[in-house]
């Protein structure tokens, strides 16, 4: 009896890092940008946001893919219920940089696993706790002047030299705070029946 096909697999990202990290599952998959709007919604909290712009960033590429599996992810970084977004320039991943110092933030990952054969989303939410040494200005200078993290939320990328400015890290999936949670795809996509191993 012949085993069904397994469906496409696609990334709604345009990240070298998620791709890079996608690659370790599975080594066959197409990437596709999901030009999603990621304005928040009012009164719409933090996590909420994350959940939803990761589905929303499944849904967007979903019409060019159909029978598809499609992943999409989004992570906000909230300190005491502030959104810190990509900085964009120096000046203002300095000030993120300044105001977070000595402080605990979580990375909250939005995943959503969006299965196009029924157009059902299975969507995850996973936290990751980042407390920040209580950096001095000259670190901080320093730091962005060799790795200016500018679309970075929170302005440091804990797969590089930002791991120089953490403290302490706290969470169930070490890849989710580079972007895409490993350890929750794997379990979505056994839901799905795609197998990895």
Known sequence: MPTPATPPLVLASTSPFRRELLSRLIADFQVADPRTDETPLPDETPEALALRLSEAKARAVAPGHPGALIIGSDQVAVCDGRIYGKPGNHER????????????VNFFTGLCLLDTRNNQAHVRGIPTLVTFRDLTDQEIAAYLEREPAYNCAGSAKSEGLGIALIARLEGSDPNALVGLPLIALCDLFRETGLRVL
């Not at 991943?93 to 605990?104: D, F, S």
């Open 93 to 104: 991943a300095v000030a993120q940089l300044q105001e977070l110092r000595g402080r605990t």
